[in-house]
């Protein structure tokens, strides 16, 4: 990954269904709505800029879920997912981030 792209900032989208969007956006966290109002995916293109999707379920947000999840903050500072996210290097780039307050920071 020596070809890091970030964005100057991430900014949150709220969206109903993700299949409605054609193609993700650079520098856009989209938040799909569950049924409850409230977001339950977070998904965004991978900040190293190998074009793939990075898909993040939100904690307690999905019944019976044991895999992965993120705690998510979308204030004023900017959108916050919480641990890092890790994109498994035997399957995809291997990237390793954190996003907070709207910026990509290395691991």
């Not at 409230?38 to 998904?43: F, I, R, S, V």
Request: aromatic content about 8%; overall charge negative.
């Amino acid at each position: 990954m020596d070809n890091k792209q970030t964005c100057d900032s991430y900014t949150a989208i709220d969206v109903k269904d993700l299949l409605e969007i054609d193609e993700l956006q650079p520098g856009v966290v989209y938040l799909e709505e569950g049924h409850n109002g409230k977001p339950w995916l977070a998904a965004f293109l991978c900040p190293c800029g190998c074009g793939e999707a990075c898909h993040c379920i939100i904690r307690g947000m999905v019944q019976g879920h044991t895999g992965p999840s993120w705690t998510l903050t979308n204030n004023d500072s900017g959108v916050t997912l919480f641990p890092s996210v890790h994109r498994i290097p035997e399957r995809t780039c291997g990237a390793h981030f954190f996003l907070e307050n709207g910026r990509i920071k290395w691991c």
